[in-house]
C-alpha cells in the first residue's frame, strides 16, 4: 500500500470496494482554484493523501505552496473561487478554521505569530480541550495537561521554562519552530500541514524536528510537508512528492522527484505548467 | 413587580441587563439649581449648621466657575437647571435591621445581584447600599462596631460622627478644587463613611452599590475613608444604572486619608450604562477621586475596571505627603460603542523616598475613543521618590482611537522615573492561529484580552476579578471582526 499510493484497492476487507476505498483517503483536493484580493494564486489543484502516507508539495516562491497551506486551513484573507476539498469524505471548504482543527487539521506556520500575556500552556491547553470537547473526550484539568505535555517536550527540546512564557514570545526561529511541532504533538491532528517548517533552521534544530514528525507518522494519520529545499526530505521520507509551479501541480513521484529538483532546479518543469 | 419585570425582560439587551426602575414613590425635588434647593436637600437630612454652610459656600464657588473643556472629549451642554438634585424613597425612617427594610426595596437590590440578607450571611461583605440619595440597609454594622470600625452612609456621619466629618471633610478635595468637586461639595447626596482606628485591620471587604434611578437624577456621592495609624481596609466599590435616554450626570467625590503605616485598597469594578449603539443616552461620569498618604510608610491603592458610562472623566490620585509612602494605581478602561474616556492619574511627592506605581491599560473597540492621561510630579523637597509607569493601549479593529498623554514634573534631581508605553491590536493573525488550534475568534479576543489586563487583575479582590472578566467579556461583545 505505501509503495504503490496510487492503487485504490485496499489490502485485506473490501467490504464493498467503494466503502473501503474512501477511508484510504485522508484529504482529497479536487481542481482547487483560489485567488487573493482578486487575483487568482492557485490554478486548479488536484491531490490525494491517504492515510499514513507523507506528501511533500515542492515549488519555487510565489509558486502558491503557503496559499494552498492557508487555504486548507480556512485562512480568511483567500477566497476559494472553484473546486471541492475533502478531509475523510467530509466536506472541508464550509468549515469555519476553528471547525477544521477541531476535525483534525493542524498547520505548522511558516511564520508563527506571537501572542502576549498568554502563555504557551495555558494557550495550548485551551486548543486541546476544544478539540477534545469535539471528540466527545473529558477536559484535562492543568495537572493532567501538564504531565501528558512534559514527555513531548523533551522531544522537540522544548525546556519547562520556555513553556511558561507567553506564546512565541522572544522565541528564536528555530524555537517558534520546534513549538509548532510540540503543539501538533500534542494536539494529534488527522492531517498536519507544516509549511515550511524547514527554513531557517540550523542542522541540529533540522534533526529535532524531523524526528518530532518522523515519531509523529501513524497508520491514521497523513503529514502534508511544504517546502522549497530537498534537505527536510532527506531526513522526513516522503511517499509522495507533487511539484506546484504557478498554482498547479505539474508533476507528482516518488522521493526520488525531490533528488531531481535539487539537482536540476525548477526551471525544466516550466514547459508543464502550460 | 410582576408586570414591571416582564417588560423589562423584553426591553433588556444582552449587553445591559440591569435595565429597569424601582415602582417606588419618591419624594423628588423640583427642576433647576438655586441657593433654596441646596437648604432643602441640608433640611431634608437634618444636617446640623456647619454643614449647611460647608454647601453653600460651595455653591457660591461654583456660580463662578466655568466647566472645564480641555479632556479630550466631546458631549452636548449640560443644563444644568434641568435636573433635580434630590430624590429619595418615600419610606425612609432609618432601619434598625433588615427585617425593617422596605421589601421594594430589598427586591430591587436581589435584582442588581446582592441579595442583602444572602450577602449578610454568606460572603461576610458589609455593604452599604445607596439607593438613589439615601442610603437604606447597613448590614454588619454591629460587627465592625466591636472593631471600634465605622461603617455607615455618609449622612448618618454627618450627624453622629460631626467631629471627623469636621475634620477632614475637604482635606484633601477642598470645595474649590474643580467644577464638578464643586458641584458635589453643594449638593452631595450621600455615599459612604468609614473610618478604622488605630491599628485594627478591617477583618472584611467593605462595599457599596450605586444606582441612579429617578428621572433626571444626576448623583453627586460623597466618601471618606480614613484609616487611622498602622490600620488596613479594603474597600470595594460597584456600579450599575438603568437604561436611559437623558444623559445622567454622575459627578462623585472621594477622600481617602492614611495615616503613619495604614493602608487603604479601594478598587471599583464600573458597569454604569454605556449608551446604546449609536452612543445614545448613558451616563456622564465625572469623578474626582484623591488619596492623601498623611502618614510616614502609609499606602494608597486604586484599582479600577471601568467599562460602562458614555464619557468617563476621573483621575483617582495619590498625594504622597508622608515620608516612605507609596500609591498605586491600576486601571482597565474598555470603550467600544461609542463612548469615551479621559481617564489616568496624578501622583504627587511632597514627602521623602516615596513611590509610585502607575499600569493602565487602555482598550479601544467599535468607535471608542480611549485616551490616558497621567500626571507625575515630583515636587522640590521629594528627594529619592521613585516612579514607575506602564501604559498599554490595545485596539480592538480600526474605528477606533486611543491617546496618551503623559506629563511628568521634576523638580528634584534624585528622583528616579520609569515609563514604558506600548500600543497594539488584536492582528487577524493573531486571532487566525488561535482558530486553527481550533479556538473560536470570541474565546480567543477573550483570551487575549485577559492576558493584557492580567496585571490588573491580579490586584483585584477575589470576588470583583471574577466579575471584573465577565464584564469585560460583556462589554467586548460583537468587538471581533
Redesign the interface.
Given at each position: 500500500m505505501k509503495n504503490n499510493p496510487q492503487s485504490e484497492i485496499a489490502i485485506g476487507v473490501t467490504l464493498g470496494g467503494e466503502i473501503v476505498r474512501r477511508e484510504m483517503r485522508m484529504l482529497e483536493i479536487k481542481n482547487l482554484h483560489a485567488s487573493v484580493d482578486g487575483s487568482e494564486i492557485l490554478h486548479g489543484v488536484t491531490l490525494k493523501i491517504n492515510r499514513g502516507e507523507i506528501h511533500a508539495v515542492m515549488g519555487p516562491n510565489g509558486s502558491g505552496k503557503s496559499t494552498l497551506a492557508k487555504v486548507l486551513a480556512g485562512h480568511q484573507g483567500y477566497e476559494v473561487t472553484k473546486g471541492e476539498v475533502l478531509l475523510q469524505d467530509r466536506d472541508l471548504l464550509s468549515l469555519s478554521p476553528e471547525e477544521r482543527a477541531r476535525e483534525g487539521i493542524f498547520l505548522g506556520f511558516q511564520y508563527p505569530v506571537e501572542i502576549p500575556g498568554v502563555s504557551n500552556m495555558y494557550f495550548l491547553k485551551t486548543a486541546l480541550n476544544e478539540i477534545r470537547k469535539h471528540r466527545g473526550l473529558e477536559e484535562l484539568d492543568a495537572m493532567d495537561f501538564l504531565a501528558m505535555v512534559k514527555e513531548k517536550m523533551k522531544m522537540v527540546n522544548i525546556d519547562e521554562s520556555l513553556a511558561n512564557r507567553s506564546v512565541n514570545e522572544g522565541f528564536s526561529g528555530g524555537e517558534k519552530k520546534r513549538n509548532e511541532i510540540f503543539q501538533m504533538l500534542v494536539l494529534e491532528p488527522k492531517l498536519a500541514i507544516l509549511d515550511e517548517t524547514d527554513s531557517g533552521l540550523d542542522i541540529d534544530a533540522l534533526k529535532i524536528v524531523a524526528n518530532g514528525v518522523n515519531s509523529f507518522r501513524r497508520e491514521d494519520r497523513a503529514i502534508l510537508l511544504v517546502t522549497h529545499y530537498q534537505r527536510l526530505l532527506s531526513y522526513i521520507t516522503p511517499d509522495r512528492v507533487h511539484v506546484l509551479l504557478d498554482g498547479r501541480i505539474v508533476k507528482s513521484g516518488g522521493k526520488e522527484l525531490a533528488l531531481e529538483l535539487e539537482e536540476k532546479g525548477y526551471g525544466w518543469l516550466e514547459g508543464n505548467a502550460a | 413587580m410582576e408586570t414591571s419585570t416582564t417588560n423589562i425582560e423584553e426591553l433588556a439587551t444582552r449587553e445591559y441587563k440591569y435595565g429597569f426602575v424601582t415602582q417606588i414613590e419618591s419624594d423628588l425635588a423640583p427642576a433647576g439649581l438655586n441657593e433654596d434647593i441646596v437648604r432643602l436637600i441640608s433640611s431634608k437630612k437634618n444636617e446640623p449648621e456647619f454643614m449647611l454652610e460647608w454647601r453653600l459656600k460651595a455653591f457660591r464657588h461654583w456660580l463662578t466657575m466655568e466647566e472645564p473643556k480641555w479632556a479630550n472629549i466631546h458631549y452636548p451642554a449640560i443644563d444644568y437647571q434641568a435636573a433635580h438634585y434630590y430624590s429619595a424613597p418615600k419610606s425612609n425612617k432609618g432601619p434598625m435591621s433588615l427585617d425593617e427594610v422596605d421589601p421594594e426595596l430589598l427586591k430591587t437590590y436581589e435584582k442588581l445581584g446582592i441579595p442583602l440578607r444572602e450577602q449578610a450571611m454568606l460572603a461576610g461583605v458589609a455593604v452599604d447600599a445607596v439607593f438613589d440619595s439615601v442610603s437604606v440597609a447597613t448590614t454588619f454594622k454591629e460587627k465592625l462596631g466591636q472593631l471600634g470600625i465605622i461603617f455607615c452612609s455618609f449622612s448618618e456621619a454627618v450627624l453622629n460622627h460631626a467631629d471627623l466629618i469636621r475634620k477632614y471633610l475637604g482635606s484633601v478635595v477642598p470645595y474649590t478644587d474643580n467644577f464638578f468637586a464643586t458641584l458635589n461639595s453643594a449638593v452631595f447626596s450621600d455615599g459612604s463613611f468609614v473610618y478604622v482606628p488605630k491599628g485594627v485591620r478591617c477583618p472584611m471587604e467593605l462595599s457599596t452599590y450605586f444606582r441612579i434611578n429617578a428621572e433626571k437624577t444626576g448623583q453627586f456621592e460623597r466618601t471618606l475613608i480614613i484609616a487611622d495609624e498602622g490600620s488596613y481596609v479594603s474597600y470595594l466599590e460597584g456600579c450599575t444604572a438603568p437604561m436611559r435616554d437623558e444623559n445622567q450626570l454622575h459627578a462623585a467625590v472621594v477622600e481617602l486619608i492614611a495615616h503613619d503605616n495604614a493602608t487603604i485598597k479601594y478598587s471599583t469594578v464600573q458597569n454604569w450604562y454605556p449608551g446604546d449603539k449609536e452612543g445614545k443616552g448613558g451616563i456622564y461620569n465625572f469623578v474626582t477621586k484623591r488619596g492623601k498618604c498623611l502618614g510616614v510608610r502609609s499606602k494608597i491603592s486604586w484599582t479600577q475596571v471601568e467599562t460602562g458610562s458614555a464619557i468617563t472623566w476621573k483621575y483617582p490620585s495619590c498625594i504622597l505627603q508622608g515620608d516612605n509612602s507609596v500609591g498605586e494605581f491600576y486601571s482597565v478602561a474598555v470603550t467600544n460603542n461609542y463612548q469615551q474616556a479621559d481617564t489616568g492619574t496624578k501622583m504627587i511627592h511632597i514627602g521623602k523616598n516615596t513611590r509610585s506605581t502607575i499600569v493602565s491599560k487602555g482598550i479601544s473597540a467599535g468607535h471608542g475613543q480611549n485616551t490616558y492621561r497621567g500626571m507625575v510630579k515630583i515636587l522640590k523637597g521629594a528627594t529619592g521618590a521613585r516612579n514607575y509607569s506602564q501604559c498599554d493601549s490595545l485596539l480592538l479593529g480600526d474605528k477606533c482611537g486611543a491617546h496618551t498623554f503623559p506629563y511628568i514634573e521634576v523638580k528634584n534631581s534624585t528622583a528616579r522615573m520609569e515609563h514604558e508605553a506600548s500600543i497594539?491590536k488584536i492582528?487577524?493573525?493573531?486571532i487566525?492561529?488561535?482558530?486553527?488550534?481550533?479556538?473560536?475568534?470570541e474565546?480567543a479576543v477573550s483570551?487575549?484580552v485577559?492576558?493584557?489586563c492580567?496585571e490588573v487583575f491580579r490586584e483585584l479582590p477575589m470576588e470583583f476579578a471574577v466579575e471584573a472578566q465577565k464584564l469585560l467579556g460583556v462589554s467586548l461583545e460583537g468587538s471581533v471582526g
Open positions: - | 497594539s492582528g487577524e493573525d493573531q487566525f492561529y488561535c482558530q486553527q488550534r481550533g479556538i473560536s475568534a474565546a483570551m487575549i485577559n492576558g493584557f492580567k
